[in-house]
């Protein structure tokens, strides 16, 4: 066990009970001794991460999200779980016999890729087999924290743990009480921040001259050898007839006019210095040809202009100048 995520708090549309539920959650926070009291007391466990507390307490969210072993696990479980008895208990489950096939067409599945990820909804069958509403259920090998979310939907707690910071990351971010209007505000800000920074390498210019277009795609095309001649032609404008969408099998060297193909053509490539990594880089020849732009929803096709055909390495120049 390293990372560990607590989730008590119901989904939205699944609250039941919100306010006994929220007001249980506000205690079981001040039950808590602060997490910097509390790392000596897990420090020990197998899967501590080796890193600076400073750094473990500034992922965390404790109690419900720790990024080491979670202190509160068992207090959570005091608190949110049902007291095990040996004398009373008297659980009893037949084997889940049902098939189990979910298509993973779902947003929350989607949201975050994961190896062997699981769609909540077939967990969600296993938790509503095996445990009663209010229960807590423990997935180890949490992942994304699918099983989390399938039980929360069910009005279940979960605790959720995995041997890998990232997996947990995405659990607990996947499994907590999100509010959606900040999150869509915080979504617009760095759209926005990151169109002021980036979107003018998304700009070309309409055909008036003047006005600004956002580019919506780029059609590249790739340079092959004449074996006649030995110039370099571009295949979309030697082979492609774009307005009656064909590509000519045979077609005419733009320079020498003979009859060639693109199967007895060779590549054409070019070679640039890469700053990032100080070499000499050769890669094959694609260009611009065709641009698809809009301005106030309205699509436009051009050819590539001047400004838009500024060389592969002038564009690494301008992406070094953005990292910067
Ligand atoms: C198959 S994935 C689980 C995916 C999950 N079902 C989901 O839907 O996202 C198995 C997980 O087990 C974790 N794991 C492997 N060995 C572990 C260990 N000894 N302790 C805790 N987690 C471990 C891996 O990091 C991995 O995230
Ligand atoms: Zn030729």
Not at 35 to 43: A, I, K, Q
Not at 122 to 137: L, N, P, Q, R, S
Not at 284 to 293: A, E, G, M, W
Request: charged share 25%.
């Amino acid at each position: 066990m390293a990372q560990t995520t607590l989730d008590a708090e119901p989904k939205e549309h699944a609250k039941k009970d919100t306010a006994s539920m929220k007001a249980k959650e506000e205690e079981f926070i001040k039950s808590c001794r602060p997490l910097n009291e509390m790392l000596d007391s897990v420090r020990n466990v197998e899967g501590f991460p080796i890193g600076k507390d400073e750094d473990i307490l500034a992922l965390s969210e404790a109690p419900w999200y720790t990024a080491c072993p979670n202190p509160y696990v068992n207090e959570f479980i005091k608190a949110f779980g049902t007291p095990y008895d040996e004398e009373t208990d008297d659980y009893e489950r037949k084997p889940y016999i049902g098939d189990v096939s979910e298509g993973k067409k779902d947003p929350i599945y989607n949201a975050h890729s994961y190896h062997t990820k699981v769609p909540y909804k077939a967990i969600m069958k296993f938790i509503e087999h095996y445990t009663d509403e209010g229960d807590v259920v423990f997935d180890g090998f949490c992942g994304t924290g699918m099983t989390g979310v399938a039980a929360q939907i069910l009005n279940r707690s979960a605790i959720l743990s995995d041997l890998s910071s990232i997996a947990t990351f995405i659990a607990y971010n996947l499994n907590e009480y999100t509010n959606l209007n900040k999150f869509d505000k915080e979504v617009e800000r760095v759209l926005q921040e990151v169109n002021d920074e980036c979107g003018w390498l998304y700009e070309t210019t309409h055909i008036d001259g003047t006005t600004k277009g956002e580019i919506v795609y780029t059609i590249f095309s790739e340079v092959l050898i004449c074996p006649y001649c030995g110039n370099e032609y571009v295949v979309w404008d030697a082979a492609v007839d774009y307005e009656n969408n064909i590509e000519n099998i045979l077609f005419d060297c733009p320079t020498c006019k003979a009859k060639i193909n693109k199967s007895e053509s060779e590549q054409a490539h070019y070679t640039f210095f890469d700053e990032i990594t100080s070499t000499n880089v050769t890669q094959v020849k694609r260009v611009p040809v065709l641009i698809n732009y809009s301005i106030k929803n309205k699509r436009f096709l051009k050819k590539p202009d001047k400004l838009d055909l500024i060389e592969p390495q002038a564009n690494l120049t301008l992406l070094l100048e953005i990292l910067k």
